[in-house]
């Protein structure tokens, strides 16, 4: 009988310190074996009122505020109080809170996972429906992240600066553009943007194209004939007849008789 005595003792000594370990553990602390603790107590005697009390503290700290609020909820079942029915105002607004920001987290990554993110899709609609500079740095600040629709924005950033005046800049825009979409070659502007221009004929002057003949040419070219002079273009003038002294006349004039007897002429 004493060594059955002494084991009961013994077996109630453990249960009294286990209950008092349990007891000092449970604190409201925000950590699993506080927590454990107290929900062993509460196992025990769902009655424990401060076991209840410290293991809501505790969820609380770890913001598990749904598992609060159900220990609250059992609380009251069991008995009315009013420091349990604020604890269980206070856990509720907690758990919406947390329930709204829960919602709002997944609604923001799932605008992220399917169009890079809500300043992705501003920076579109800017790009798209403003003007000026600040359509063009919309358009800018979509093309560092880039997408499916970089063509579409290309060609809207060659528009705007098109629109701007800036040609060469609209051009690069415009061949980005229809690298990425070939069917917009065919758009008649861009078209007409991005062809090459028609150099202008040459035209050579007289004197250049004589310089630049080839010395073969240069050589078998005839110099002109030199121009007449005016004295050689004036007519001649008629031989200057001089007067024949009378003496002379009828000498010659006998000469002409004579000859003329002798050779059988009559006069």
Known sequence: MAVVRIFVAGIIASLLMSASAQASACNGKPDSAALA??????????????????????LMGMERYQEAITLLEEGLA???????????VVAKNLREEQL?????????????????????????????????????QACDDWLKIGGPEEATIQKRKGDLLLAAGNRSAAAAAFRKAVALDPALSRNAEIAGLLQPPVAPARTVSTPQRSAQQKPSQQSSIRAPAPARTVAAALPKPAPVQREVPKQAQVAAAKTYSNAAISSGVTF
């Open 37 to 58: 603790a107290c929900i062993n107590r509460l196992n025990a005697n769902p009655q424990d009122r401060d076991a209840r009390t410290l293991a809501v503290t505790t």
């Open 100 to 136: 709204y920001m829960e919602k709002y987290q997944a609604r923001i990554s799932s605008a992220t996972a399917q169009a890079g993110g809500t300043s992705v899709q501003l920076n579109k609609i800017r790009c798209m429906t403003l003007q000026g500079d600040r359509a063009l």
């Open 78 to 88: 069991l008995a009315p109080d009013d420091d349990m029915e604020e604890r269980l």
